[in-house]
C-alpha cells in the first residue's frame, strides 16, 4: 500500500497541473529522505532485539549425532587378536530452559526500554523532517515571490523610463530623469538574475527533501496561514515550554536511555548471582568405544544445573563502573537536552512574536508606501514631483513587499518550530497549515 501510494503521488507530481502542497511534499520526503530511513530501519532493529533477549529466556532445544567405524585390537600379553570393523553411531536430543538467570532478564528488560526510545526518536524525526522540509518549502516560495516582485519593478521602471522619453521629446522632462530610470531599469534587472539564481537553488534544496525535480510554481502557497500566530501567542511562553517538557518525545526518549542505563548496571551487578537451569535429555549409543563394542545404551536425563561465579579478574566490578558511568553519561545528556529544549521553545515563541509583530509593521509601512506613490504621481500631474521622486516612492514601496513578503514566511516556518518542539503531530501541523483541523493549545 505505502508503494501504491508513493506510485500515484509520483504520478500525480508529473501531471503539470498538479499543485504539490505541503502534506503532499510530506509523504514524498518520507519516502525519499535517508535519515528518515536510517531511524525507521534503526527502530525496527531494536525491535527485533526484543525477540533476541527473549529467546535467552525460553527453551533452547538442540541436536546432535555421529556415524562411524570402530577398528580394535585386543592384546593379551604378547598376542594381539584384531576385533572386525564395527559401525559406531550415537544421537541426542537436549534442552535446557533457564530458571534463574539475573543478567538475561535485566537485558530483556533493557531491550524493551531501548526499543521504545527507538520508536519514540522515530516519531520524532517525522517533526524533524517536517521541519526541514517546510523550511525548505517556505525558502522556495520566497525565492519565487521575491522574484516576482523583482520582476514588478523591471515592468514599473520600464514604463517611467518610456514616460521620461516621452516627456523628454515633448520638451516636458530633462536628460537627467532618463538616466535616472536607465540607473533604477539596470539595477531592477541584476536584482532579478540575482533572484533567479537564489530561486534555484531554493528549487535543488527542496527537490532533494522530497526525492524529485520540483518547481516552485508548482507549489500551493501558504502565505496566508501567517495568522495562525495570534493562537500560539494566546498563551504563555512558560505555558508552552511545560508542554515541551511533558510530551517532547526527543525527552522521552532519552528518558528511557536513563532507564535502560540503570537497568544496564543491575545487568553488571548479575555477574556476581548464581544461575539456575533445567536440563533434560535423551541419548541413543552404540559401539561408542572399545569397552562398549557391540552394545546399545538409551539413556534420558533431567537435573537442575547451578553455577556460581567466584572470580571473573575483576571483571564484573568493571562492568559495574563502566554501567555507571554510562548511567551519569545519560542522566546528563537529558538534563543538557531539557535545557536546550527549554531555550528552543522559548526562541521558538519569541521568533512568533516578533515575527508577528514585524509583519503587522510592515504591512502598515506597505500601505503608507503605497499612499506615497499615489500622493507622488499627483503631485506629477500637478507639477510639484517629477519622476525621480516617482522611482523613489516605487522603489520604497518594493523594498517594503519584499520585505513583508519574506517576514510572512520566516514567521511561518517560527509557527512550525514551535509547534513541532510542543509535540504536535505531524498531520495536525499540515492541517493547520493547509487551513482546516483544531489546533490543540497547551
Known amino acids: 500500500m505505502r508503494f501504491v501510494s508513493f506510485a500515484c503521488l509520483w504520478l500525480l507530481a508529473g501531471s503539470p497541473a498538479w499543485a504539490l502542497d505541503l502534506a503532499q511534499a510530506f509523504e514524498l520526503a518520507k519516502q525519499a529522505d535517508a535519515q528518515y530511513q536510517a531511524t525507521q530501519a534503526h527502530t525496527e532493529a531494536e525491535e527485533e532485539g526484543i525477540n533476541v533477549a527473549r ?11 555421529s556415524l562411524g567405524k570402530l577398528w580394535v585390537e585386543r592384546s593379551f600379553g604378547r598376542r594381539t587378536f584384531p576385533v572386525s570393523p564395527t559401525d559406531s553411531w550415537n544421537w541426542s536430543v537436549n534442552l535446557r530452559q533457564p530458571l534463574y538467570r539475573p543478567n538475561e532478564w535485566a537485558v530483556y528488560e533493557q531491550s524493551q526500554l531501548l526499543a521504545e526510545g527507538a520508536r519514540l526518536r522515530f516519531t520524532s524525526e517525522a517533526l524533524r523532517l517536517l521541519e526541514r522540509l517546510t523550511k525548505a518549502y517556505l525558502e522556495a516560495l520566497d525565492a519565487l515571490a521575491q522574484l516576482k516582485v523583482a520582476q514588478e519593478d523591471v515592468g514599473r521602471y520600464q514604463a517611467i523610463l518610456a514616460q521620461a522619453e516621452a516627456a523628454f521629446r515633448q520638451g516636458q522632462g530633462t536628460r537627467v530623469e532618463i538616466e535616472e530610470a536607465k540607473a533604477r ?6 536584482l532579478v538574475l540575482d533572484r533567479q539564481g537564489r530561486l534555484q537553488i531554493a528549487e ?14 508548482e507549489l500551493k502557497d501558504l502565505a496566508e496561514r501567517y495568522t495562525l500566530s495570534r493562537q500560539l501567542l494566546a498563551q504563555a511562553p512558560e505555558t508552552w515550554v511545560e508542554q515541551a517538557k511533558r510530551s517532547n518525545l526527543e525527552l522521552a526518549a532519552l528518558h528511557k536511555q536513563v532507564e535502560a542505563a540503570r537497568i544496564k548496571v543491575e545487568q553488571a551487578f548479575a555477574g556476581h548471582k548464581p544461575t539456575l537451569d533445567l536440563v533434560a535429555g535423551y541419548r541413543q ?37 563502566q554501567a555507571k558511568a554510562l548511567l551519569r553519561e545519560a ?6 537536552k531539557t535545557r536546550q529544549l527549554e531555550q528552543q521553545v ?13 509583519v503587522e509593521a510592515l504591512e502598515q509601512a506597505l500601505r503608507s508606501a503605497e499612499q506615497a506613490v499615489r500622493g507622488t504621481r499627483k503631485g506629477v500631474l500637478a507639477g510639484t514631483r517629477n519622476s525621480v521622486d516617482v522611482l523613489n516612492a516605487e522603489q520604497e514601496a518594493a523594498q517594503v513587499r519584499a520585505k513583508r513578503i519574506d517576514a510572512i514566511y520566516q514567521l511561518i516556518a517560527s509557527i512550525v518550530e514551535l509547534l513541532a518542539a510542543a509535540n504536535h503531530p505531524p498531520e495536525e501541523i499540515l492541517a493547520q497549515l493547509a487551513g482546516g483541523g483544531e489546533l490543540s493549545l497547551p
Open 285 to 321: 549409543s552404540r559401539s561408542e568405544s572399545e569397552i562398549t563394542l557391540a552394545q546399545q545404551f538409551k539413556t534420558a536425563s533431567v537435573s537442575l544445573q547451578a553455577t556460581l561465579p567466584l572470580f571473573a579478574g575483576f571483571g564484573v566490578e568493571a562492568s559495574v563502573r
Open 55 to 65: 529467546a535467552r529466556l525460553l527453551p533452547q532445544v538442540g541436536a546432535s549425532g
Open 346 to 358: 522559548l526562541d521558538a515563541y519569541t521568533k512568533v512574536r516578533f515575527g508577528q509583530s514585524q
Open 204 to 217: 535543488r534544496a527542496l527537490s532533494l527533501v522530497i526525492g524529485r525535480q520540483v518547481s516552485a510554481e
Open 185 to 190: 531599469l539596470d539595477s531592477a534587472s541584476a
Open 331 to 336: 542522566e546528563f545528556s537529558l538534563e543538557q
